[in-house]
């Protein structure tokens, strides 16, 4: 399914028919099918929205890309569904956007998931940012560029989230840890749960492993 949002047209795929919304948001140069496994146990007790980013999957591509604008189109995709009160959970670029859209309109929200974000490029561990370096000389992608620039979140800016949150990331993740405890303990209703033996991706990319978490979250 498609729809334009303002001059932005989003790509999303709807499941389920019952229950309390659910957003999904993947991370950079990624599409909505890395949650298929995820999607398949949520839309039996959920309607589940997988949406590509812009620049993404098969939403339009921008001409420039920015955590804010991704953050307006979830904002805007809620209101243009007229989606109720739906639980974001998003996932490394997702995560950063799920923080930006409940800083800026937690009135639209039940609360947030947010796995393996940073609040600067200097939240992740150096060795990820030397490849993402390389990365972008190589093959001058501006998706890699936004990481290597953005986000910039003042952490006394997520108290202005007033919804519950669950904040994850891996043992071995490509966010330093303490990046990860600092945005638990900036958001007032936060519980932090740092998974061992996973990295970045391991615990949600084609995986369900984050399923009995969401589903005790949401209930």
Do not use: W
């Not at 932090?192 to 970045?200: D, F, R, T, V």
């Amino acid at each position: 399914m498609y729809i334009q949002l303002n001059s932005q047209i989003i790509c999303y795929e709807r499941t389920g028919d019952q229950g309390t919304p659910v957003i999904l948001i993947h991370g950079n140069r990624e599409d909505h099918h890395i949650f298929d496994p995820l999607v398949e146990r949520l839309s039996k007790y959920n309607v589940v929205y997988a949406m590509d980013s812009r620049g993404h999957g098969e939403s339009a591509t921008p001409k420039e890309y920015h955590y804010s604008d991704m953050a307006n189109d979830v904002i805007n995709l809620i209101k243009g569904l007229d989606i109720e009160k739906p639980y974001l959970i998003g996932y490394s670029d997702g995560g950063i956007i799920s923080l930006l859209v409940a800083m800026q309109a937690s009135e639209l929200l039940s609360g947030i998931v947010c796995c393996g974000a940073n609040l600067s490029p200097a939240g992740l561990h150096h060795r990820d940012l030397r490849e993402m370096k390389k990365d972008y000389k190589k093959y001058n992608d501006p998706r890699t560029l936004m990481m290597l620039q953005e986000p910039d979140i003042n952490p006394e800016d997520l108290k202005n989230i007033t919804v519950p949150a669950m904040i994850f990331a891996g043992e071995d993740d490509c966010v330093k840890q303490k990046e990860t405890e600092k945005i638990a303990q900036s958001i007032p209703n936060s519980v932090l749960k740092i998974l061992s033996g996973e990295n970045h991706s391991s615990y949600i990319v084609e995986k369900d492993t984050l399923y009995p978490h969401i589903y005790n979250f949401i209930r």
